[in-house]
């Protein structure tokens, strides 16, 4: 008797439970968010959205107020676009090109960092912790009185001129500037996979000397390639060439091959000949398949080589094992080479147009014997007569 309140109550409370609502994840709410574009309603449209995400491309079709919608020559030169298929973003008075990959998340993510503010504060140590946990990209940390500071808002405005591609941080705090070893009104300036920042010389700055400063070592020794910026980054070549590298951090293999990357950048930072291009196939699984195929390699283990970026000829380093990876010695004789020339992806269409060339003279040598079998058929023939 004494068990079957115990037994009510759970079922009631069961019952219950199920009544209330769970975890919904969103839908789909039904509102269009594209919308079409006039001469009319296009600065209506800066004036009402704090950002403004414009698709330029081609008029869909042969149709003249299909072609009068697409063909907005005022909005074209306002915003000076200058390519059909590209992605325009509007914030304020900058106008920011979309140059990555055209995948709603990438797109999403990009939109999202646009809408934050420019500069991200540190101003205690685990903030501290998750700054030096972001060691793929170029990132900039200054240290300010307070956000009044005209040196600061000078930063503030640098900032604008890079995001969201280039991350900058300040502080206002004496004991965060300390560990990072910044004066008042320094910056630091810190390259990819680097232990030690670049302290930008001759503070105070200027907001166009902090622009020029980064522009100056906006190509890094060991650089990463996003999603969010693949196509401005494949453009930013040496010479008519990258040297890339193929790296899953997720495999064991691909890590100690990485971690090799890294310990070659650091020794080379100071060489402005020397760009290593690291991709991680983990982050573009649909171009996997396309690498594989147009350089004629396995992306299931580490892989560097030379790529032309005019016809995608390209000449890889021999890693016989993956149990046998290049010592950082191995690798970095193997990029003089590269640097020096003594390596490149000439000498393979060298090699294809000498195989072209025996190929021809085989085919004139079968000429000429069929030619003196014919004559000797012909002597035959007038010895029987």
Request: charged share 35%.
């Amino acid at each position: 008797m004494k068990r079957a309140p115990l037994l009510l109550l759970g079922v009631y409370l069961l019952s219950f439970s199920r009544a209330e609502e769970g975890l919904n994840f969103p839908t789909y709410d039904g509102k269009d968010r594209v919308v079409s574009l006039s001469e009319k309603s296009f600065k209506q449209m800066l004036k009402r959205y704090e950002l403004l995400c414009l698709y330029y491309h081609e008029p869909v079709s042969s149709d003249k107020v299909a072609q009068k919608q697409f063909q907005l020559k005022e909005i074209v030169l306002e915003v000076s676009f200058n390519e059909e298929g590209s992605l325009y973003v509007l914030k304020g008075d900058r106008t920011i090109e979309f140059d990555g990959e055209f995948a709603a998340d990438v797109l999403v993510e990009f939109l999202l960092d646009l809408i934050e503010d420019p500069v991200e504060i540190v101003n205690n140590k685990l903030e501290v912790q998750a700054f030096e946990r972001i060691e793929d990209q170029i990132k900039l940390l200054g240290f300010f009185k307070n956000e009044d500071s005209e040196y600061y808002k000078a930063f503030q405005e640098a900032a604008e001129h890079f995001q969201p591609y280039i991350k900058f941080f300040a502080t206002f705090d004496k004991g965060v500037a300390k560990k990072l070893s910044l004066k008042m009104n320094e910056v630091g300036f810190y390259e990819p996979f680097m232990d030690e920042p670049n302290v930008i010389p001759n503070k105070p700055y200027t907001e166009e000397e902090l622009v020029e400063f980064v522009k100056e070592h906006q190509r890094p020794t060991l650089r990463r390639l996003r999603p969010e910026d693949m196509f401005e980054t494949w453009e930013d070549d040496l010479n008519g060439i990258h040297i890339v590298a193929f790296a899953e951090k997720s495999d064991p293999d691909g890590y100690e091959f990485l971690e090799i990357l890294k310990q070659v950048a650091r020794d080379n930072t100071d060489n402005p000949d020397l760009s290593i291009l690291w991709i991680d196939p983990d982050d573009f699984p649909l171009l996997v398949a396309y690498w594989e195929k147009t350089f004629k390699i396995d992306l299931f283990k580490p892989q560097i080589g030379v790529v032309n970026v005019t016809d995608a000829d390209s000449v890889w380093m021999e890693i016989p094992d993956d149990d046998d990876l290049p010592t950082a010695e191995e690798l970095e004789d193997w990029i003089e080479d590269v640097l020096s020339g003594k390596i490149n992806t000439e000498d393979d269409d060298n090699e294809d147009e000498d195989d072209d060339g025996d190929n021809d003279n085989d085919d004139d040598d079968d000429d000429d014997d069929n030619s003196d079998d014919e004559d000797n058929d012909d002597s035959d023939d007038d010895d029987d007569d």
